[in-house]
Structures are given as C-alpha cells and as structure tokens.
T-cell receptor, first 110, second 112 residues
C-alpha cells in the first residue's frame, strides 16, 4: 500500500512569491492534515481537511490556505512568502486517529 | 507553559542500552498518545499509539502512559545504531480530529 506522497520535495522561492504544495493521502484515508516543522517551533498544526471540508485550523495567518479534492488529495498554498515561512511542510493522512506522515516538502524562502 | 514538554536532549547511549524517553503534558483532556520517530530529512514515522493508562509493547519498544501524573514514556530495549533519530511524543484529545500537539523531540544517538 502506497504511503503519503508529497510534491515537490524541495523548492526555493523568494519573498513575496506564492507557493502551492501537493499531498496524496494513503488510499482510503479521507482526512488530510498539514503541519509546519521548523527548528525553533517544532511541529505545528496548520489545518485539517475531511471530505473536502476544513475541519480544524491552527493559529497561522490567512496567507496559509488549503483545499481538498473529491479524491482526498490536498493542496496547501502560502501567499506573499516571508523569510520565516522557510520550513518543512508535512502532510499526514488518517482514518482512525493514527496519523501517517509523508516525507515533506522543504521550502526555502530567500 | 507549553501543553507538552519533552526534554530535547541530545541523548547518547551505547549500543544495547535501554533508552527512556519522556514527555509531560498539562491538559487532562488529552486522551490519545503517540510516539513518532523521525530520521534526518524524513517525515515522522508512527511507532506507538495508545489511549489508555498502562503499558503497550511492540517488539523492542514499550509505551507507558500515566494519566494521573500526565506523564508518558517510550522505552527502547537493546538499542541499535539504527534507532538513532529524533523521537517525538504527540498528544490528542478526542474531539480535535487530526490536530496533534507535539513535544519538541528528543535527539537520540546510539553508538556502536
């Protein structure tokens, strides 16, 4: 069974640009959540989607947004990038409380 | 006060040692407890998942939960160099879906 797939794995952007990250969950998993991981703040919850609806949202500014499609695949978008947005963005899928993470998308903002 | 406190280490032990990793939490509403292992430049990998006080064993790993003390532990027996990674505790409460609260992680090195 394939795991959680995230693309792209690495990307470099400049301040002010926007970025879209993609996540394909484990087959059959309808819940997809996103986390930001930085050395200073650790793993922080961004948002969760279930059946195309945002079910939960963390304490991030509105520049961070996401969506989920009917096939459970999810995307997150960060607009007007800031240097502090440099991080590993992790997607996780779940079906019964256990979260399974992808390898992450490492974003560097210059 | 952070909701979940975890000693960041680093922790260095010889091969074969018993490793004890610990977290404390502040909110008694937390009901689900997980341990993840994260290798460098990889995503977290779920090791253990439990929701009740007591011990849960899986091979060389034992997760222990003490809800009365708000304390969770992960024990690794016969540690191997391949266990060298960062270990993260994560906690959830029943109605928060996939919104986990993570400890900051303990970096473990097992020396051959």
């Amino acid at each position: 069974k394939a795991g959680v797939t995230q693309t792209p794995r690495y990307l470099i952007k400049t301040r002010g640009q926007q970025v879209t990250l993609s996540c394909s969950p484990i087959s059959g998993h309808r819940s997809v959540s996103w986390y930001q991981q930085t050395p200073g703040q650790g793993l922080q919850f961004l948002f969760e989607y279930f059946s195309e609806t945002q079910r939960n949202k963390g304490n991030f500014p509105g520049r961070f947004s996401g969506r989920q499609f009917s096939n459970s695949r999810s995307e997150m978008n960060v607009s007007t990038l800031e240097l502090g947005d440099s991080a590993l963005y992790l997607c996780a899928s779940s079906t019964s409380g256990e979260l399974f993470f992808g390898e992450g998308s490492r974003l560097t903002v210059l | 006060q952070k909701e979940v406190e975890q000693d960041p280490g680093p922790l260095s032990v010889p091969e074969g040692a018993i490793v004890s990793l610990n977290c404390t939490y502040s909110n008694s509403a937390f009901q689900y407890f997980m341990w993840y292992r994260q290798y460098s430049r990889k995503g977290p990998e779920l090791l253990m998942y439990t929701y009740s006080s007591g011990n849960k064993e899986d091979g060389r790993f034992t997760a222990q939960v003490d809800k009365s003390s708000k304390y969770i532990s992960l024990f690794i027996r016969d540690s191997q160099p391949s266990d060298s990674a960062t270990y993260l505790c994560a906690i959830n409460w029943k109605t928060s879906g996939s919104r986990l609260t993570f400890g900051e992680g303990t970096q473990l090195t097992v020396n051959p």
